[in-house]
């Protein structure tokens, strides 16, 4: 096992922040209690957002997230953002939503997966969404204008606008009229 790829022990930081630090921060925003936001330079909220308990904004060093004007994001979600992810306007994510926009690539067997390299692409949300309860989108990930993700559905692709979907992996049921 080849681990030359470890590093020393360091930290991301506190997650805490303050309204400054955002690369843009819309009025009427609001942070309940517990939300943890790193590298919030790389993150664009608009206004009228609310972000729920417990959220974590996972910014990266590069990669962006912008969330739209009107979003609502339940509590104890995880973005993490290294691909960018964009969120649409008037968008609901239920409480436990997890949008990942990176994978370690799986390149040789003498290496443990953690220590590959780290492959990202990006995770876009449009207008009018709803993304249920507990839902995953995994990298690479896009949802269509009004389209419904179930409650616990893991989305591994692309979503047409006004589309339900559920399942994991979740799957076209109807389209919304």
């Known amino acids: 096992m080849n681990l030359h790829n470890i590093k020393e022990p360091g930290s991301h930081g506190s997650g805490q922040f303050v309204a400054g630090d ?31 308990h417990q959220t974590i904004l996972k910014g990266y060093y590069k990669g962006s997230m912008e ?44 290496l443990p997966i953690l220590h590959h390299p780290i492959e990202c692409k990006a995770v876009h949300i449009g207008d009018g969404a709803d993304i249920g309860v507990g839902a995953i ?5 896009t949802i269509g204008r009004g389209a419904v993700v179930g409650a616990g559905a893991v989305v591994t692709g692309d979503v047409p606008d006004f589309a339900v979907v559920a399942g994991v992996p979740a799957r076209i049921l109807r389209y919304r009229k």
């Open 137 to 141: 989108l995994l990298p690479g990930t």
């Open 67 to 110: 969330i739209g004007e009107g979003s609502w994001i339940g509590q104890q979600c995880f973005f993490h953002s290294a691909g960018n992810i964009t969120i649409g306007r008037a968008v609901g994510i239920g409480p436990g939503v997890k949008i990942i926009t990176s994978s370690h690539q799986d390149s040789q067997v003498d």
């Open 22 to 52: 955002f690369k843009s921060l819309g009025k009427n925003v609001i942070f309940e209690a517990g939300v943890l936001v790193f590298h919030a330079e790389n993150i664009i909220i608009a206004d009228s957002v609310y972000i729920g």
